[in-house]
């Protein structure tokens, strides 16, 4: 369970002053849901989840995260939480094993537990085969599947995906889109960044879209075809934003952003 | 704050950069191998040029002197002094180095000695370079020899005995033990050895672990994990310590150890190098003994300063966004460090309360005493104090420094 409650984080600029990243963001996600935050690059996406797995603080509102609430409880908060981001990548020195276990440790898992929940993950995840090699020497698909098992370690009620199909091949894309699905299936809560428009319609139950840092439509896909009238969620997102001009405007100042 | 946390983070640091080849090599390759190699490189290549510069004759030339042959027959057949034509231009040859001083004999010298006015020899020398000090010393001896007998012989002729211008003779005696000696020439070297390779040590893994992290993307994974953020800063600052401190002991151990081995292969020669490098003339031939007891109390003063770099350095990487960033601003430390280090070699600068408070010049200071012996309790404990505060300080900062999310995120 997710519940975001007028989430607002306004970042320090030397140059520009006050930067709203995020602007009184509210929504909830339940568990065996995938709520997708669609976005344009800037809009707010990484903020927004980057508050949620409490590696940034708000400046305003909270959120409560499996049940702990990011500003009062952030440990907490991260023991229940899985986060896969295109950023977060994987120490280079390390086997994938050690990787994995090294995470398993850090959520103060007992050895034998790690041992046994890699076995798992790499059943699964089909790790075998480079489970002892080191990290550095990967191809970007087993790199993902790394990751995944380091974020599934401790077998977290909610998974944050933020964007993680940027820069993927087709072959591991679909394996990601793949694996968010199974999560849904196993009853776990679910929030998934993206600006793939069709990534939102295949996957998402509900869809939020943010915009300049504020949410400005939310609703299920067939709600917000509803609403706007457009079938296409490309057409939806543009409408959504206030037209094209808007998001044209929107880039430019995002343009200058660090 | 949480022990077992904490282990986990330094145990995973330890591992990922024992895998690290730059960190291997700042760490143990440098230390063990390169340190000892230069140094007695740069002693054997020094000695091997004092040796060089003594044996070889001193080559003058004579200015004046026709009316003197006597002298100049005496300076050429010196072996210790080989003659040059006079081209004209003597202050040009010594200044190019062609020859290592002139000497100036007045007119009418030799007959003066006889009983005539007192005169006057000039020596035209270079100074500050080597070779034209020794030749003029070498000189002077002739000269001053000379004087000496013609004195002898003036009181010979009056019938005078030779004590009425010597009433009384100034002998001196070393009362400092060797290793006394030692500890004051070698004293000051160590230290300030062990200060750099204490920084140098740390400074890589410091990078590796902070900036290095964050242009690889691990950064951010790290922080995931349900671990309060002092814990990984303690993990990671526990492993940059280690760096520091294996880096010193072995540095500090591989140094004993050839100066042992070195000491036995070169006999006095080490020694003797050493004096001529401390500029103290004729020091006794022995091998410089430090009072190992000393040895010990300098890596325990040194282990606070030590904090404070690995802390130091932490923070000041961990502001970088990428390595090259964070290179940048720590090589200009190294600069920040060696000043107050070099200046604990110099001396006239001592010990004392004011002198103690000054981070790394005390450490300096204070080796220096204890190498040769010397504890001085009330300022060992001033200094200990102090640096621990410092090394606090600066590790509550580097903490907070991992608490902003405007440098851990800057990019």
Known sequence: ?258 | MNWSQILTVYLKELKDSLRDRRTLISMIVIPTLVMPGLMFGAGAVMSKIVKKARAEATSLVIVGGEDSPGIVAALKADPRFRVVENDGDFRRLVSDKKIRLAVAIPPGFEAALQGGAPQEVTLYHYESEMKSGLGVSAVEGFFRQLRERTVAARLAERGLPASLVQPFEVRRENVAPPEKVGGNIIGGVIPYLIVIMCFTGAMYPAIDLTAGEKERGTMETLLCSPVPRVSIVLGKFLMVMTASVTTMVLSVASMGLSVVIGGMLLGGGMAKAAAAGAAKGSAPAVIPMLDPLGLFGVVAMILPVAVLFAAVLLAVSLYAKSYKEAQSYVSPLIIVIIMPAVMGMLPGIELTAKTALIPILNLSLVCKEMLSGVWNWPMIGLIFGSTVVYAGVALGYCVRMFNREDVIFRS
């Open chain 1, 1 to 258: 369970m997710i519940e975001a409650r007028h989430l607002t984080k306004h970042f320090h600029d030397k140059k520009r002053g006050l930067i709203p990243a995020v602007e009184d963001v509210s929504f909830t996600c339940r568990p065996g849901q995938i709520y997708g935050l669609l976005g344009a690059n800037g809009a707010g996406k990484t903020t927004t989840l980057r508050m949620l797995a409490t590696l940034l603080q708000p400046t305003g509102g909270t959120a409560v995260v499996g049940g702990h609430d990011v500003i009062g409880d952030p440990v907490g908060v991260r023991a229940h939480v899985g986060f896969l981001a295109a950023s977060t990548a994987l120490y280079g020195r390390l086997t994938a094993r050690e990787m994995i276990a090294y995470f398993g440790a850090l959520h103060g898992m007992a050895d034998g537990a790690i041992a046994a929940r890699i076995r798992q993950l790499a059943d699964e995840l089909d790790l075998h085969e480079f489970l002892d090699r080191r990290c550095d020497k990967f191809s970007t698909g087993m790199k993902q599947k790394t990751s995944i098992a380091r974020t599934l370690v401790h077998d977290p009620a909610v998974m944050i995906f933020d964007e993680p199909t940027l820069g993927l091949d087709v072959m591991t894309a679909r394996a990601i889109v793949r694996f968010v699905r199974q999560c849904r299936e196993r009853g776990r809560t679910v929030i998934y960044s993206t600006h793939v428009m069709s990534e939102v319609e295949k996957l998402c139950d509900i869809v939020g879209i943010i915009h300049a840092g504020r949410l400005v439509a939310e609703g299920t896909l067939p709600e917000l075809q509803a609403r706007y009238g457009e079938r296409d969620m490309e057409e939806i997102f543009v409408k959504a934003v206030g037209g094209e001009a808007a998001l044209a405007a929107a880039m430019d100042a995002k343009e200058a952003r660090p």
